[in-house]
Nanobody
């Protein structure tokens, strides 16, 4: 059974940075794309970024391009999301997810989810 555990969320001022981590267990981590999504209460969960199984391909939502960077360490079964120049509109619960394919940015391809970590950006 796939287990994904996020960490690194918290409260930060606008313009600040946070680094989220997601540790995976119970799965063949290195064979699948990994992604980050976020959700605000009452809204749909939205795509933030994803990375292919080798790390060679990365995809970003337009709203975070140039500010967020996704990376992975297959030796540690961990995926990261470096978030810089944070804005109040980045406030959300951030979820880590594993896809069923080796490279994807399509919400429906991500089938395994973590419990989420809260990110709050104050103005």
């Amino acid at each position: 059974q796939v287990q994904l555990v996020e960490s690194g969320g918290g409260l930060v001022q606008a313009g600040g940075s946070l680094r989220l981590s997601c540790a995976a267990s119970g799965c063949t981590f290195s064979s699948y794309a990994m992604g980050w999504f976020r959700q605000v209460p009452g809204m749909e969960r939205e795509f933030v970024a994803s990375i292919s199984w080798t790390g060679g391909n990365t995809y970003y939502a337009d709203s975070v391009k140039g500010r967020f960077t996704i990376s992975r360490d297959n030796a540690k079964n961990t995926v990261y999301l470096q978030m810089n120049s944070l804005k109040p509109e980045d406030t959300a619960v951030y979820y880590c997810a594993r896809a069923i394919t080796s490279s994807s940015y399509t919400r429906s391809d991500f089938r395994s989810w973590g419990q989420g970590t809260q990110v709050t950006v104050s103005s």
